[in-house]
């Protein structure tokens, strides 16, 4: 059990108490003000985003569409969703700007894969292939006795 003491405060101490107490005011609206700063700003960046991602959604159907002679119906099978809400993507998007999706996609697609794995597995294979050649006679065949 706590006891509430009835002791009487001075009147420096009730002073300090009140110091103490605003302090603790002041950087609890400090926090507040920069959190609320931090996730308006948050906020902000998250709407860029997704009108960015929206841009691109847009885009892409618009370019899909072109790559498949405009067949809508073919396309939303692909994808999944209804040719309507795909050509009401792709509306908006001007066909000079589906072109340069599409070039941009082809550059991409010309790109060299990256090979990094493949000289990884290909020399581990060379090394295993060399060394079981190497403990086999010409047959092929290692002798059984």
């Known amino acids: 059990m706590s006891t509430i003491s009835t002791a009487p ?3 420096a ?5 009140v110091r103490a107490l605003e302090e ?8 507040a003000a920069a ?3 931090a996730t308006r700003e948050a906020a902000v960046e998250a709407a860029k985003a997704k009108d960015g ?13 072109r790559l498949f002679n405009n067949d809508a119906e073919l396309v939303a099978q692909l994808l999944g969703v209804t040719a309507e809400e795909l050509e009401r993507e792709a509306k908006p998007v001007t066909a000079a700007r ?9 550059a991409r697609a ?11 597995a290909g020399a581990a294979a060379a090394a295993a292939a060399a060394s079981s050649s190497a403990s086999a006679p010409d047959g092929g065949l290692a002798d059984a006795g």
């Open 24 to 31: 603790v005011q002041a950087r609890t609206r400090e926090f």
């Open 35 to 37: 959190n609320a700063l």
């Open 53 to 65: 991602a929206e841009v691109a959604a847009r885009e892409a159907a618009a370019a899909v569409l």
């Open 13 to 17: 101490e009730l002073k300090r108490r």
């Open 98 to 106: 589906a072109k340069e999706v599409i070039e941009e996609l082809r």
């Open 9 to 11: 405060v001075s009147a």
């Open 110 to 120: 010309e790109r060299p894969r990256p090979i990094r794995r493949a000289r990884k």
